[in-house]
């Protein structure tokens, strides 16, 4: 039985999660590989080519929720865990709404200011002050 692609285009796809930490947990993922949060440069905020952006995985995320009834998007979490805490070696953006209803262990693992759960935007903030653009 395959996966379900709720979105795909040439440089991201998006589908649920097998271990949904929340009752919509979508994952969004580059096409072409990227290893993790580390392989991000600044470039990797706004670039439109090769990579795609976490912008653009984020803006694709939020519009999956909307696609499927979830209006509140202040009670989502968009998030990636930080390295060496990655169980898959592909960059991947957690979607997870409504965050107000996540068990337990799903408030552990995806825990904001955490050693191993960066949010998008704490993500942006952290590629934005590598430096400037060469």
């Known amino acids: 039985m395959g996966t379900e692609l709720l979105h795909s285009d040439e440089d991201i796809s998006c589908f649920k999660d097998i ?8 994952l969004v993922v580059p096409t072409r ?12 905020v706004h670039l ?4 795609p ?19 509140d998007l ?3 979490r968009f998030g990636f865990h ?5 169980s898959v070696s592909h960059l991947h953006l957690h979607v997870l709404a409504p965050a107000s209803q996540m068990g337990l262990m799903s408030r552990l693992f995806y825990r904001l200011n955490s050693y191993w759960f960066i949010t998008a935007d ?9 430096g400037e653009l060469n």
């Open 48 to 51: 439109v080519c090769y990579v």
């Open 19 to 26: 271990r949904p930490g929340a009752p919509h947990h979508y």
């Open 74 to 76: 202040s009670d989502a």
């Open 122 to 130: 704490q993500l942006i903030e952290h590629l934005n002050s590598k």
């Open 82 to 86: 930080w390295p060496p805490f990655c």
């Open 33 to 44: 590989h990227v290893g993790n949060c580390n392989s991000l440069s600044k470039e990797h």
């Open 53 to 71: 952006t976490v912008e653009r995985m984020v803006d694709t995320g939020k519009k999956i929720l909307l696609e499927n009834s979830v209006t």
